[in-house]
Structures are given as structure tokens and as C-alpha cells.
């Protein structure tokens, strides 16, 4: 089996990784925001870490 190497495949994917990346910063930017929006000073996730206010 041949396999050659067309450099227009290394682009390809080097922009296919960029593309992901970007990806995966805007789905951790909305995840950050929802959990910031629904938590509202409460226990998420059930990490233990409550605000004073909610504490109280």
C-alpha cells in the first residue's frame, strides 16, 4: 500500500486542529457560563464550595 504525503494534507490538518481547539474553548466558555447562571451561589456539581451568602 502506498501512501504519499500531499503537503495540501498537512494544511488540512492543521486547520481540521485549530477548528477543534476553537471548538472546545467556545464549549467550555458556554459550560463556564451555565454552571455560573443555574449555580447562583449554591452547591454544584456537588463540589462543597458554597458562597457566604447561600451558606447563611
Given at each position: 500500500m502506498i501512501r504519499a504525503t500531499h503537503e495540501?494534507?498537512?494544511?488540512r490538518?492543521?486547520?481540521?486542529f485549530g477548528l477543534l481547539l476553537l471548538l472546545?474553548?467556545?464549549?467550555?466558555?458556554?459550560?463556564?457560563m451555565t454552571i455560573v447562571?443555574?449555580?447562583?451561589?449554591?452547591?454544584v456539581l456537588g463540589t462543597g464550595m458554597v458562597s457566604r451568602e447561600a451558606a447563611e
Open positions: 495540501l494534507h498537512s494544511r490538518r492543521g486547520r481540521n472546545l474553548a467556545f464549549v467550555a466558555i458556554v459550560f463556564g447562571k443555574v449555580g447562583d451561589g449554591q452547591d
